[in-house]
């Protein structure tokens, strides 16, 4: 796809591939291009047009290819769309999408339209053609979709309201993209994002690895703590543990307070100043850091936060080492909330290197968001708790615990049952979850065929 723009290219080679793949099946190895169906030839020369960026040759082979009525026309007009989009009119691309209602690349189409019409904040047009988008599969459309509407004013659709699906669309986004980088700049500026959503969104960034996105999301946050999350990206454990400048360490004239006035030696005798840079060579002189500027009190733990959880993804075993010491981790200055979040990050990163500690760290991560509910940090209650984590460190979550459980270790159990209950329900539909949720049912159902955990996870195994 062209885009403005590169995050969706990948979706247009990539079908240009697989059709590649049909050509070539067609076309090539062994294939008399005398036996080949009229009109493949122009196929793959409209092909190679688009490749070539030359819209005017590919126009008259997509003309032919239409007047042949041969079945890969709409691809040629597709890449003609694709060649044009920019600068291509809405009754122009209504005509496409009217010769082609029904074609896959009619659906794929929309998509980089929408991402043109969005690119262009065209969103009258946007609101008109989104319902059409059939796939609905692309996260920057979504956030496209609720700037439209914030613009505009119209209602939102669909479960949630402005802030939940604003944040769903931009907490879902892996890679930094324009739509998702406006909406989360309107929505900020309006109110309806807070910073809280912007700290939320680093988090999970980072938990994901996707450095470029963590940069996009920090700018938001001021160049402070821009600034601050750069360094902590750059080297975690060093900004966890600042390194403590020694007396010896400074210059002479620092230790035993001798400061010179502005100007105060000039004048002095030149054996003076060469005895002076005589003493002085040979000596190191010292590597000044750039100076950061202020970061706000209230950053301090959810920076620290932050570079934990790219510390405990690099060197989990260092950073537990960390966790255990009481004192250290309360000069990070967390809230229960993000203790918990720190333990669950640790969990995930040993769970995905099979480390029996795994259970155990996500068991701290449990106790201190309980801790958290409990003194009002959570907007969350009862057993879904952990549900603000994201997916995959709850199905490490459950897939350390069911590890350890079926191992001989059943006490474990609860917690695969708690991780299964806090995913989403699109995460819960997937056939494994069901089982192992059935299964963690079983271990503590009573011994009764009508007991009604055991009834329960009787009809979790009837859905697979």
Known sequence: MVRPQAASARGVWWRAACLGAWLALGLG?????????????????AREAWRAKDKLRLQILR????????????????????????????????????????????????????????????WGTFLRVQPTFRMNDDREVSCYGVLARQQTGTPM?????????????????KDPDAGCDAMAQALLAAGVLTQDDVWRKLRLAI????????????RLLGEATSQAVSRLMA????????????????????????HHAPGSRIGEPAAAK???????????????????LSIPASAEGPLNLLAFIRWAGNDPVSAAAAMQDGAQRGRWQ?????????WAQLGRAAASRLQPEAPTYFGRALTDRALAAGAGELRQSGQRVVASWSPETLAWMA????????????????????????????QTQDSAWVYWRARALLARAGQSANDPVRVQARELLGRI
Do not use: C
């Open 157 to 173: 659709e669909g479960p949630g309201d402005w802030r939940e699906q604003a944040r769903q669309a931009w907490w879902g986004q």
């Open 63 to 122: 003309d032919q290819l239409l007047n042949a009525q041969h079945p890969l026309a709409p691809w040629a007009d597709y890449w003609l769309f694709l060649l044009r989009q920019s600068e291509a009119s809405p009754a122009e691309v209504d005509a496409f999408l009217a010769r082609w209602p029904d074609a896959y690349v009619a659906d794929r189409a929309r998509n980089d339209w929408l991402l043109e019409l969005g690119r262009r904040q065209d």
């Open 29 to 45: 190895a062994g294939a008399d291009l005398a036996q080949a169906a009229p009109g493949d030839a122009l196929v793959s020369d």
């Open 207 to 218: 938990e994901a690895d996707k450095p470029r996105t963590v940069s996009q999301a920090a």
């Open 235 to 258: 080297n975690p454990q060093a900004f966890l543990n600042p390194p403590v400048v020694q007396a010896s360490s400074l210059p002479a004239a620092s230790r035993d307070g001798a």
């Open 274 to 292: 060469r005895q002076g840079r005589t003493a002085s060579k040979g000596k190191p002189r010292p590597t000044l850091a750039p100076i950061p």
């Open 399 to 426: 897939r350390s615990s069911l590890r350890a459980a079926t191992a001989g270790q059943p006490a474990w159990w609860p917690q695969v049952e708690q991780a299964i209950e806090a995913m989403s329900p699109e």
């Open 334 to 342: 967390w809230q229960a909330e993000e203790a918990a979040w720190a």
